[in-house]
């Protein structure tokens, strides 16, 4: 998989250097490229914002550098024979980013993320990228960052460590919380009592039907007690 990553602070995304991300790079699993989106502008100052028609606080992301930003990419990938690639967008006015999104975007070829600073990007620009691009405006969460590199970070990385041989154990991606729709069960590791704190006995038994009986039920107590909105509702039929 390749991915690109445009931004005007290059070295927010070093983290992507470093564990098992970093290895899959090395590994040439993944294919990551870090763009400056200053080097698409034209003028002395390399400006990227300005003022918001309408008025209001803040700054907008003029289209122009990311267009050329992304005409530049949208090139190599064609070059190197990839398929249309999917434009990510990190807003907090997108669609919720969820596993399920994870495991959508994890078989795309080509991924490209627009990290927005400021008051964000001018909207004419999803319009006009959709002539090059698949574009998903995605949200993590229900707040508001300073920018699109945490975003983007956590987009990878959960993206990333869906694509075969990221992992080494793909058994781990199975009974992860979100995969089937619930929380993990929780899980513990020796010593077996610690500090007075016991592993329940039934991990211990040895018994595989009791154990992924306890698991299932964890599971469902957790998710009822943390995240009721995740199970279905019952009054629906
Ligand atoms: N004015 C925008 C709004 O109210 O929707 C918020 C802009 S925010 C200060 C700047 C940038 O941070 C956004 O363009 C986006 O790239 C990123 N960002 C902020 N919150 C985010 C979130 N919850 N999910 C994804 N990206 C986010």
């Known amino acids: 998989m390749r991915i690109d990553v445009v931004t005007i602070f290059p070295e927010y995304l070093s983290a992507l250097d470093v564990s098992l991300i970093g290895k899959a790079r090395r590994d040439g699993l993944l294919e990551i490229h870090v763009h400056d989106l200053r080097d698409h502008t034209v003028d002395r100052h390399r400006t990227v914002d300005d003022t918001p028609y309408g008025g209001g606080a803040g700054m907008v992301m003029k289209p122009e550098p990311w267009a050329l930003a ?4 949208a090139e190599a990938g064609r070059s190197a024979g990839l398929g249309r690639p999917v434009l990510l967008v990190p807003t907090p006015s997108g669609e919720l980013f969820r596993q399920s999104v994870a495991q959508e975007l994890s078989a795309a070829d ?3 993320v627009a990290c927005g600073r400021y008051e964000g990007i001018d909207e004419r620009l999803f319009h006009w990228a959709r002539e090059l691009f698949e ?7 229900d707040y508001v960052l300073n920018g699109g590199e945490v975003a983007a970070l956590a987009m990878i990385e959960a993206i990333g460590r869906l694509v075969p041989g990221v992992v080494g154990n793909p058994e781990s991606l199975v009974e992860e919380s979100h995969s089937d729709g619930l929380l993990e069960y929780p899980v513990y590791t020796k ?9 329940p006995d039934v991990l211990l038994s040895g018994d595989h039907g009791r154990v992924a009986a306890w698991r299932r039920e964890q599971q469902l107590e957790r998710t009822r007690r943390r995240r009721p909105d995740l199970l279905p509702d019952p009054a629906a039929d």
């Open 110 to 112: 080509h991924l490209v």
């Open 191 to 199: 010593p077996s009592s610690w500090r007075g704190h016991e592993v």
């Open 70 to 73: 992304l005409e530049s990419i």
């Open 135 to 141: 574009v998903r405006l995605v949200s993590l969460g």
